[in-house]
């Protein structure tokens, strides 16, 4: 079930409905409980075994460990979450990547291998829902929090729909004790909720699938060479596709959970606004990147054992950053061009300490911020590295004699979108939407929020769904 469906605005509604009715709180949870498996068994039935295995393994390694006295005990059960859970997740995402990828290296050094064929089906959202339970039994081995007492609230936060496929990637100690209370959303928390689903909708429906994706697709998916215009367009045009899908969706989630009365973190804040790749990932992905940040680089070292561990645990995570978003070597490029930015950017502050950019300069930083940036979606968008090295040869004057792809329409719509898109993070690139709103006449608030349902029900998507549930 994608949000971006009849049938999810017909299921929100009964949920919302049910969930303000007179009932006792125990109930209220179980009927989410019960619509969030709901929520998921539209995909794929059978995966909701997936989702109880996860749940149960790492409820009862976290109450076991925390029962133990003995260190290597505590580690045993730490480790039997780990495992359970990156075993699964190494099946079901890698299973075939690994089986590929060892059999070219057998045919490397003579070996004649042919791996089994194997229909491994990647159940959706489970990079993230094996990272959100898996924190759990983490952040207990790590004492830095205490188990759940209640087995409902526990399995509620790994399965609460808003959250479960996409994202934001949940901590324990966000959500659980917001189910210890009865909780009904406010006149105006509803309002706010509802305003969020609708801008979310409306990045998703109206700009990211109805005017950017087919720029992108036309380039990315098609056989011909693209001239410089038509590579760049592309690639602007698929920067602000990724950017309004998943942003849409987290922003769709967020508000889905407000108007249930329940508070989830933001997972994006103007990333195109970002001066610098740290400040890129302060606003990319949020939740992901804190996730990375406390769970594989301080215990990689961080930067607690001199630079050359730095920049180890730099790389390390984020080649592994990039091969959580998939199973291809092109998506660990693009991890690792990210990590070799953030690597220069770490070795320029260190050796320009005392430097301090005017406005010019912070302005000429954004901008080869958001071109760099812009490079490494080409890996992320492409199907093979030989796509991937045709578009950025075309994006540097190599296919000078290419037919232009792209028609004028589409190039003036995808120039304004992300003109647009660009400016926005600028204006709120110190502020928070909120804020924002609050300053905002009630009546052009209204007349905005109406616009934006007009567009998302003419624009009549067929539902595709996004981007990041493949990861």
Not at 100 to 110: D, I
Request: charged share 10%; glycine share 8%; hydrophobic share 55%.
């Amino acid at each position: 079930m994608v949000f971006n469906s009849l049938t999810f605005v017909v299921f929100f509604l009964c949920v919302l409905a049910i969930h303000s009715l007179p009932l006792r709180w125990t109930t209220k949870k179980v009927n989410l409980l019960v619509a969030s498996y709901l929520f998921y068994a539209a995909w794929n039935p059978p995966f909701i075994l997936l989702l109880w295995i996860s749940t149960v393994v790492d409820w009862w390694a976290a109450k076991k460990l925390v029962n133990a006295e003995a260190p290597a005990t505590r580690r045993a059960w730490m480790l039997l979450s780990v495992v359970a859970n990156l075993g699964m997740l190494a099946y079901f995402k890698y299973g075939t990547f690994l089986l590929t990828n060892f059999s070219a290296l057998m045919a490397g050094v003579g070996v004649h291998y042919v791996p089994p064929s194997f229909d491994i089906v990647l159940p959706v959202g489970i990079s993230f829902y094996t990272f959100a339970t898996m924190s759990y039994t983490l952040d207990v081995y790590l004492r830095r929090a205490k188990p759940a007492t209640n087995f409902l609230d526990y399995a509620l936060f790994v399965t609460f729909f808003p959250h479960l496929v996409a994202g934001p990637i949940m901590r324990p100690t966000e959500l659980v004790p917001q189910f210890a209370e009865p909780r009904k959303a406010s006149a105006n928390m509803l309002r706010f909720g509802l305003a969020l689903m609708t801008l979310g909708l409306f990045q998703k429906v109206v700009l990211a699938d109805g005017f950017l994706a087919k720029a992108a697709e036309s380039v990315y998916d098609g056989g011909d060479p693209s001239g410089m215009l038509d590579s760049w367009m592309a690639t602007l045009a698929f920067s602000g596709q990724i950017f309004c899908d998943f942003a849409g969706y987290s922003t769709t989630a967020i508000g889905a959970a407000l108007c249930l009365g329940f508070a989830m973190p933001d997972n994006f804040r103007f990333p195109y606004a970002a001066i610098g790749f740290s400040d890129f990932w302060r606003r990319w992905h949020i939740t992901l990147s804190s996730w990375l940040r406390d769970y594989l680089y301080i215990p990689l070292g961080g930067n607690r054992h001199g630079v050359a561990r730095t920049y180890f645990a730099l790389m390390a995570t984020m080649l592994l950053g990039g091969l959580w978003h998939g199973a291809s070597w092109t998506f660990v490029v693009w991890g690792g061009l990210h990590g070799v930015y953030l690597s220069v950017e770490r070795l320029l502050r260190t050796r320009f300490a005392a430097y301090r950019p005017g406005p010019l300069a912070l302005f000429g930083l954004a901008l080869l911020t958001y071109a760099l940036v812009n490079i490494t979606w080409v890996f992320f968008r492409a199907h093979s590295f030989e796509k991937a090295w045709t578009v950025l040869g075309g994006m540097f004057g190599a296919h000078g004699d290419a037919k232009p792809i792209l028609p004028t329409v589409d190039l003036v719509f995808t120039a304004a979108i992300i003109i647009g898109l660009v400016f926005a993070h600028w204006q709120m690139r110190e502020r928070t939407l909120e804020s924002a709103i609050a300053r905002v006449p009630a009546v052009v608030l209204a007349g905005a929020w109406g616009l934006m349902a007009f567009a998302i029900v003419i624009a009549q998507g067929a539902g595709n769904a996004f981007i990041y549930f493949q990861f």
